[in-house]
């Protein structure tokens, strides 16, 4: 993976991330404002103005850092080898087994100790 250092920090960045995120909030606050308007209409807004607040974003140093950061971890995802159907039924299988196994293990180590304790304190036996 690539790594990159963020060392200019300008203040045109920080007003890009400002805005936003102010246009995000506006948006937020509209979906609950129009409340009375068809609710396709309010997602439709909300999810137009994240695709601005993005691209906004996307638009400063930080912005494509994270851009190029999250790229980069599709690519990384894409490279696992994933198990398959089978692998999965049978690592499920025995994890359930051994959670079995630890449960009745527990179970019998407080049903022992409940014993000890109430021959120590003599409630009985």
Known sequence: MKSKTLTDKSPADTLKLVASALLLAAGILAFYIYEDQPQLYRVL?????????????VTSAPGRALWG???????????????????????????????????????????????GVGIIIGAGG
Do not use: C, H, Y
């Open 69 to 115: 950061f999250l790229q980069d971890a599709r690519t990384e995802t894409r490279k696992v080898v994933w198990p398959t159907g089978q692998e999965t039924r049978q690592t499920t299988i025995i994890v359930l087994i051994v959670v079995m196994i630890v449960a009745i293990f527990l179970w019998l180590l407080d049903m022992l100790l409940r014993w």
């Open 45 to 57: 807004g909300i999810l137009a103005v994240v695709a601005v607040s993005v691209a906004i974003a």
